[in-house]
């Protein structure tokens, strides 16, 4: 390659095969807004369990974002064997707390490609890893066909295979199968099946092709069969010229828009320091935006606020010290469109700030 000829973007990547373990509790937001002291003092208890055994299996928390970890293991064999564990230890500590107040981790694990950034890594490895992990059952795990194949002779578990499912913005089907039944642990929550109304996102499937006559002549009516997350849907035949009508334009940023988001948040020059960056994310569910992490300086920043169904945002971070006392706030307003979300702001005393964030 001549020297003036630019060096690919892809030189500079470096890329691995990994196990990618990707978990987070579900109803989240709905058990901080009901008692929030009580519900981070179990997650904390959950995740110090968590963390040693992601330990003791060899593998590596690369990430973390509110109530999200992502881990990354060698062997798919270790990660599902720790996933397993993990559901069975959080088991038996869930079961002194009372049903509606439950913290229940759902895990999804891929074995995939990834592109490495520092510490973190990223690409449709981790992000098929957060398709599946949103696809299980509170308590459950779910797994991608190429964990499957690499674990089914090794470990005893029982498998239901899900078929191959279409994941939001992965542009495969992935087949996907739920673990049953863990030896020694008894058997785990999985998806119901199809025709029991709580399936997670199937792929579209042409049930039936209908021939009615008519006076006169005859059409042709066509029944697709589509299974949301929370409850099956049929939609009912129409006669082509009806089919053909175009749809409703969606409101801008409309859509499924939960999801993990990260970053560069940039300060803008105060009266005693320069501008600067770094990096910050947030999860976002069910309208809730929350997002923690501890900077270089030992002080936390704290991401919360909300996202309207048209996109908008309205974000306050805050920093706190050590021993939880509130330092800065700023609040930010902003939007999500296509997967970016892009926020400015300003602190009480007029410092700038601003977030650029894409989803996971």
Known sequence: MSENQPTPPSANLERRLATILSADVAGYSRLMAEDEEQTLRVFRGHAEVFRSLVAMHKGRIF???????????????????CATEIQAALHTRNDQIAESRRVQFRIGVNLGDVMVHGDDLMGDGVNVAARLQAAAEPGGVSISGSVYDQIRNKLSLSFRSLGEQTY??????????SIAEVEGHG???????AHGGGARP???VVAAVLLIALAGGAYWGYVQF?????????ARATPPAAAAAPAAAPAAGAGDIDGVYAGEVCYGPGSKDQARCFRGQAKIENGHIEGRHTGSSGNSVIY???VKPTGEVRIELHTENGEG??????????????GVLE??????NGRTAEINWQRR
Do not use: C, M, Y
Request: proline content about 8%; aromatic content about 6%.
């Open 168 to 177: 939001k913005n992965i542009p495969q089907p992935v087949r996907t199968f």
């Open 325 to 338: 006392a509130r330092l800065t706030t700023a609040d930010l307003t902003g939007s999500i469109r296509d």
């Open 304 to 306: 919360s606020g909300e």
């Open 343 to 348: 926020a400015k702001g300003a602190f009480r």
């Open 202 to 204: 199937a792929t579209w």
């Open 187 to 193: 058997a785990l929550p999985t998806p119901k099946p």
């Open 63 to 81: 990430n973390t974002a509110g109530d999200a970890i992502l881990a990354e293991f060698a062997s798919a064999v270790e990660a599902v064997r």
């Open 226 to 234: 589509q299974h949301p997350r929370g409850g099956g849907q049929v």
